[in-house]
């Protein structure tokens, strides 16, 4: 049920899907975990021969479970689009590499609501073994598609 709620909620898709399932949902937070393959596809070019998962795509998992739980609430969540339009004091704190399992954890501060589109503020952390590799703050528009 949980992995559905992915789905329902984000456009994306492989290979730019970068959450593997929802550990925990709650109104105001949201568990969520990837699973870090060597067959990721940007790993090839992200470094040869010591693979690093990239930064921005740590974000871009926070982003997409951060959406899923904004949008949990909605009952049209398939009419928005979730959007990342800021990041703010993210720390980058250990590496990840292949076969690390990364527990991401984002917490809802605000949401605001202008018109039909809504702005939520959000802090995120991303654990490995219970050790923060990366957090900080972002914020999000939730914008209705347009032809919905």
């Keep these: 049920m949980a992995e559905e709620l992915i789905f329902k909620s984000l456009p994306h898709k492989y290979p730019f899907l970068f959450i593997d399932k929802i550990v925990e949902i709650g109104e105001d ?3 969520a975990q990837k699973n870090v393959s060597i067959n990721e596809w940007f790993f090839e070019g992200h470094f040869p021969g010591n693979p690093v998962f990239p930064g921005v795509i740590l974000i871009e998992s926070v982003a997409q479970a951060a959406g899923v ?3 949990s609430s909605f009952q049209e969540k398939e009419n928005y689009l979730t959007l990342l339009l800021g990041v703010e004091n993210f720390k980058f704190k250990k590496m990840v590499k292949p076969g690390d399992v990364l527990i991401i954890k ?7 609501k202008i018109g039909n589109d809504y ?11 219970q050790e923060i590799v ?4 972002l914020n999000f528009a939730l914008k209705r598609y347009e032809n919905a």
């Design 29 to 31: 937070y949201i568990i």
């Design 106 to 112: 984002v917490k809802k501060i605000k949401l605001k």
């Design 119 to 129: 702005f939520p503020f959000a802090y995120a952390q991303i654990l490995r073994d």
């Design 69 to 71: 739980l904004f949008l």
């Design 134 to 137: 990366a957090e900080g703050n």
